[in-house]
């Protein structure tokens, strides 16, 4: 069970960029304390996991780009995807299982992301790899396409990833981030995701 005051960094998993008021915050948890959610915020800014300003008397909170904040927003963000109602974990299992390798990123975007899937829909995910890219995607492909639902795989090095992000053009790494379940590798994901933002990339 996530304890409940990470809950609030939930606000910051599908966009660590956007900046939120306390109110946003507390509506966004179902809070009806103020204190408790003034707590919590003070307690994760002290802790350097949240950074505050003030603008006209009123507190503005973002995730702080350091290694534990980006390892505090991982844990919810994968906490998250796991506790997914109406999804098939058994089939990300599986799939992972077949990926044999040490580190990768598993996102799954599309519709089983909000729960808008019908039984024709495919399962759309994407790894992130260090590298073979194209040898993981034909190692999975048989795997992908005869599992039920299919699996509509897409598979990048991370090099690759975060230059279809700072791409001028639209792309589907650019369409991933902004709707995703991060299911393995959360950590490594917003680390290539905040160094496209020094770069540049924004959504």
Not at 52 to 65: D, Q, R, T, V
Not at 145 to 174: A, C, R
């Amino acid at each position: 069970m996530l304890k409940k005051s990470y809950r609030i960094l939930d606000v910051f998993v599908k966009n660590p960029t956007i900046t939120y008021l306390f109110g946003e915050v507390k509506d966004h948890i179902n809070s009806k304390s103020e204190s408790y959610t003034y707590n919590s915020l003070k307690s994760f800014v002290e802790e350097g996991i949240l950074t505050k300003e003030k603008k006209g008397g009123l507190g503005i909170y973002k995730i702080a780009n350091t290694s534990k904040a980006i390892s505090f927003l991982s844990i919810v963000a994968e906490y998250k995807a796991w506790n997914k109602k109406n999804f098939p974990i058994d089939i990300i299992l599986e799939l992972v299982k077949k990926i044999n390798i040490n580190f990768f990123v598993l996102l799954v975007t599309g519709s089983y992301t909000n729960g808008n899937q019908t039984s024709k829909s495919d399962i759309d995910v994407i790894l992130i790899v260090p590298n073979d890219a194209k040898k993981i995607s034909s190692r999975l492909r048989h795997f992908c396409e005869m599992n039920i639902p299919s699996i509509h795989l897409y598979v990048f090095t991370d090099e690759e990833f975060k230059q279809m992000l700072l791409d001028e053009k639209h792309n589907y790494g650019k369409e991933a981030v902004k709707d995703n379940l991060i299911f393995y590798g959360a950590e490594a994901y917003y680390k290539i995701l905040f160094e496209a933002m020094k770069n540049g990339f924004s959504y």
